[in-house]
T-cell receptor, first 116, second 117 residues
Framework: AQSVAQPEDQVNVAEGNPLTVKCTYS??????LFWYVQYPNRGLQFLLK??????LVKGSYGFEAEFNKSQTSFHLKKPSALVSDSALYFC??????????????FGRGTQLTVWP | EAGVAQSPRYKIIEKRQSVAFWCNPI?????LYWYQQILGQGPKLLIQ????????DSQLPKDRFSAERLKGVDSTLKIQPAKLEDSAVYLC???????????????FGPGTRLLVL
């Protein structure tokens, strides 16, 4: 079965420091990985995705993520955090095999808090 | 370009009542999705449409939930009768491709927050 794990419910960092939000996945076939961000009372906003090619993917608002096939991970990173980055972050995976072709599976989310 | 529109934004009902949510996807997007997001969890797919046909409704509780996309554009999700455990945010998303494949980016609306008392 396809699944996503976000091992940290909360991540706290100081403004200006680098941040990492962790994600690991389990799928059959090729994984396609996504990061979304959710601000209070708003829907999910797409940040970036990995489909194929370069393992380092760059996305919106200075975020990037690194795909690591051997560790089945897709951690979200940013070199310098902003207070405005404080939000709920979701990792999601889809795959190209099986009866659930194309379905997105989401992790439980990680609440990022950036303090001034 | 306008995003995915949903209404209402909030709804409070009593158990056993019925409720309906509406979604208008991004113009030109062929694939439409309904998700349920329970507090503290990630979104879970309920149903996926490609144009006006259902692609995946395997996780839709069909005894009480129904959805339609009659003209291949906007969609309605209905719950009848509602249960306490249906309290959640219902998110609508759309993607461009008519194939709705695994590589497609899904764009989400603001959601409808449902509270069942």
């Amino acid at each position: 079965a396809q699944s996503v794990a976000q091992p940290e419910d909360q991540v706290n960092v100081a403004e200006g420091n680098p941040l990492t939000v962790k994600c690991t996945y389990s799928v059959s076939g090729n994984p396609y990985l996504f990061w979304y961000v959710q601000y209070p009372n708003r829907g999910l906003q797409f940040l970036l995705k990995y489909i194929t090619g370069d393992n380092l993917v760059k996305g919106s608002y200075g975020f990037e993520a690194e795909f690591n096939k051997s560790q089945t991970s897709f951690h979200l990173k940013k070199p310098s955090a902003l207070v405005s980055d404080s939000a709920l972050y979701f990792c999601a995976v889809s795959n190209d095999r099986g009866s659930t072709l194309g379905r997105l599976y989401f992790g439980r989310g990680t609440q990022l808090t950036v303090w001034p | 370009e306008a995003g995915v529109a949903q209404s209402p934004r909030y709804k409070i009902i009593e158990k056993r009542q019925s409720v309906a949510f509406w979604c208008n996807p991004i113009s030109g997007h062929a694939t439409l999705y309904w998700y349920q997001q329970i507090l503290g969890q990630g979104p879970k797919l309920l149903i996926q449409f490609q144009n006006n046909g259902v692609v995946d409704d395997s996780q839709l509780p069909k005894d009480r939930f129904s959805a339609e996309r009659l003209k291949g554009v906007d969609s309605t999700l209905k719950i009848q009768p509602a249960k306490l455990e249906d309290s959640a945010v219902y998110l609508c998303a759309s993607s461009h491709s008519s194939r709705g494949g695994p590589k497609e980016t899904q764009y989400f609306g603001p959601g409808t927050r449902l509270l069942v008392l």
